[in-house]
C-alpha cells in the first residue's frame, strides 16, 4: 500500500498554513511581514495548497466538521433514512437534538462544524492573499490558488445548506476581531461560490497524469471535480440549463465511468476509481492505519465486544430505508448490513440484541482482507468518496427532465437508466416530466444512501415537510439549523441568529 500524497505533506503543512493568520491588526494586500510566506518564490504555494486537503482527515479533535459525528448530524441524521445509532444510551441527546429535530444551539457539535468550517476558510483565504501579494500569476501558482477557492467554494456550499445565511469571510484573518462579520445573505455567499468554481474550472489540470500515464496525485482535485461541484450549487439554486451544461461537459469528457459493481465503490478497490470526482483520501499501508489511521469508518462500524468491536456504531440505516428497496436492487445489500446475518464475506453478524442496533452502514464495513494486511481491526483505511460520476448522471438527467426538449428527455432517461441497470434493476420509459422526477428522486435516494445527500435534496424539493412530518420536521425553519451560540456570542450582538431560534 501508498501513502496518499496528502498525507506525505501532512502536519507540517498545517502549521505552515496557520503561521501567517496572527500579528497585524487589520487586513494589508500587501506582502506579508512574515518570513515563512516573505520567503515563498513562484510555485511555492504547494505546501499551503497541500495542507488544504489535510484538513479532511485532521486528527487535532477526535470530532470534525469533514468526516466525523458533527458531520453525520448535519448530513445524515435529519433524513429518513439514517439515524443516531450507536447504544441508546450512547449520546443520546445528539438522537433528540438531529432525528428528532429538536435543535439545539448551544450544543457542541454545532460548535465544532462551524468552527472546523472557518478554519479551513481561513487557511484557504491565507494562501490566496499570499499570492495575491507576493504576485504569484505563474500556472503553477494560479493551480494552487485554484485549489484554495474550490475549497473555499466546497465549505461554503456545506454552510449556506445547513445554517441558511452565514458570515462571508473571503480575506485574510489577522486577528480575531477580524472575524466578527454579521451574515451575508444567502444569494450572497452563492455569488462567491460561483466566482470561486468558475477560477477552479480555469484554472485546475483536466487530469494529474504523469509521463507514465499513472496518476501521480490520486485525490487531487481536477476542473471536472469543480464542475461537479458547481453543477450541484446550481442544481440548488434550480439553474436548470447551468447545470446541465456543466454535467454534460464531464460526461462528454470520457474521463469518468460507472464501475460494473456498486459496491466496488466501497472498496478499497474501487478508491480514485473512473467514478471518483472527489475522494477524502485515507492512507491505507499498515504503519500508517495502525498508529493513525482515519475515523470516518470507525466512528460507523459495528459497535460490538471481541471481533466485532468494529467501531462506535453511528449513523445508522432507520427501517423506512430498509423496507423501501425494490426486491432486486443490488445497492440493498451495499448498503445495510444485518444483525444476525451473514456479513457477505462468510462471518456471521451477531444479532440484536447482543449488538444495539438491527442494521448498519455497509459502506464503511472493514475488509477482511484489509484487516489482515494492516492488523487493523477497525477500518481506518476507507476513503470518504464526496463526489462519483453517477451524481453527475443524475444531476445530469434532473436538470435535463426540467429543461426539457426531446433530445434532453431522450437523454434523462439514458442516463437514469444507466444507473438502474447497474442497480439490477430494469429500464424504464417515462411520458411526463413527473414521472421523470419521481423517478430520479428515488434513484438518488438508495444511490446515496447514508451519505449525506438525502436531508438536502428533500429541502430543495420542497418535500421535506411531507417526508420528515413524522419525525419531527414541523415547519418550515427546520431546513436550517440555529447558528451556534457561542458564534453568536463571540460576535458581540454583530451576527443575529436564524429565524425561529
Not at 440555529?482 to 463571540?490: G, M, R
Amino acid at each position: 500500500m501508498k501513502y496518499r500524497f496528502v498525507k506525505i505533506f501532512g502536519w507540517a503543512m498545517i502549521v505552515i498554513a496557520f503561521s501567517g493568520m496572527f500579528g497585524c491588526k487589520k487586513f494589508l494586500d500587501r506582502k506579508p511581514l512574515n518570513a515563512t510566506l516573505e520567503d515563498l518564490n513562484q510555485g511555492g504555494l504547494e505546501g499551503l495548497a497541500f495542507g488544504l486537503y489535510s484538513a479532511f482527515t485532521d486528527r487535532n479533535s477526535a470530532y470534525h466538521g469533514f468526516s466525523s459525528i458533527p458531520w453525520f448530524a448535519m448530513h445524515s441524521f435529519r433524513d429518513d433514512d439514517a439515524m443516531k445509532g450507536s447504544s441508546a444510551s450512547d449520546g443520546a441527546d445528539w438522537g433528540v437534538i438531529f432525528d428528532g429535530f429538536q435543535y439545539d444551539k448551544a450544543h457542541w457539535s454545532s460548535s465544532i462544524y462551524w468552527d472546523q468550517k472557518y478554519n479551513l476558510i481561513a487557511k484557504t483565504n491565507t494562501l490566496i492573499q499570499t499570492a495575491d501579494s507576493l504576485d504569484l500569476i505563474d500556472a503553477a501558482s494560479l493551480t494552487n490558488v485554484a485549489e484554495a477557492k474550490f475549497f473555499r467554494a466546497f465549505t461554503y456550499f456545506d454552510l449556506v445548506r445547513v445554517y441558511g445565511e452565514v458570515p462571508k469571510i473571503d480575506f485574510r484573518i489577522y486577528s480575531a476581531n477580524d472575524s466578527k462579520k454579521p451574515k451575508a445573505t444567502v444569494a450572497q455567499i452563492y455569488a462567491l461560490i460561483d466566482e470561486d468554481l468558475n477560477f477552479a474550472i480555469a484554472n485546475l489540470p483536466n487530469d494529474w497524469l504523469n509521463a507514465a500515464g499513472n496518476n501521480a496525485y490520486p485525490g487531487r482535485l481536477t476542473k471536472y471535480t469543480a464542475m461537479a461541484l458547481h453543477a450541484k450549487a446550481k442544481l440548488y439554486r434550480q439553474d436548470w440549463a447551468g447545470a446541465l451544461a456543466l454535467c454534460q461537459q464531464i460526461i462528454n469528457s470520457g474521463k469518468y465511468g460507472l464501475n460494473p459493481g456498486y459496491a466496488t465503490n466501497f472498496l478499497v478497490a474501487g478508491e480514485n476509481s473512473k467514478e471518483s470526482l472527489l475522494e477524502v483520501q485515507a492512507a491505507n499501508d499498515k504503519s500508517s492505519v495502525a498508529t493513525t489511521g482515519y475515523e470516518w469508518g470507525v466512528e460507523q462500524g459495528v459497535r460490538g465486544a471481541g471481533q466485532w468491536d468494529l467501531g462506535w456504531g453511528w449513523n445508522t440505516p432507520t427501517d423506512n430505508l430498509v423496507n423501501a428497496y425494490a426486491a432486486n436492487d443490488k445497492r440493498k445489500a451495499a448498503t445495510v448490513l444485518f444483525s444476525g446475518q451473514d456479513d457477505g464475506y462468510g462471518k456471521l453478524v451477531p444479532d440484536y440484541p447482543t449488538i444495539p442496533r438491527l442494521y448498519w452502514n455497509k459502506k464503511v464495513y472493514p475488509e477482511p482482507s484489509m484487516q489482515e494486511a494492516t492488523g487493523v481491526r477497525q477500518n481506518r483505511w476507507i476513503n470518504h468518496s464526496l463526489i462519483r460520476y453517477s451524481d453527475v448522471l443524475l444531476m445530469a438527467a434532473e436538470a435535463a427532465n426540467e429543461v426539457g426538449g426531446s433530445i434532453n428527455e431522450t437523454n434523462a432517461t439514458t442516463w437514469v437508466n444507466m444507473i438502474r441497470s447497474r442497480a439490477g434493476l430494469t429500464d424504464v420509459a417515462f411520458s411526463t416530466k413527473a414521472q421523470m422526477r419521481t423517478a430520479i428522486k428515488q434513484e438518488r435516494r438508495f444511490e446515496f444512501a447514508m451519505e449525506g445527500e438525502r436531508f438536502f435534496d428533500l429541502v430543495r424539493w420542497g418535500d421535506a415537510s411531507s417526508v420528515l412530518s413524522s419525525l419531527g420536521y414541523n415547519n418550515d425553519c427546520k431546513k436550517y439549523y440555529p447558528l451556534p451560540q457561542a458564534a453568536i456570542d463571540f460576535a458581540g450582538g454583530v451576527l443575529v441568529q436564524n429565524p425561529c431560534y
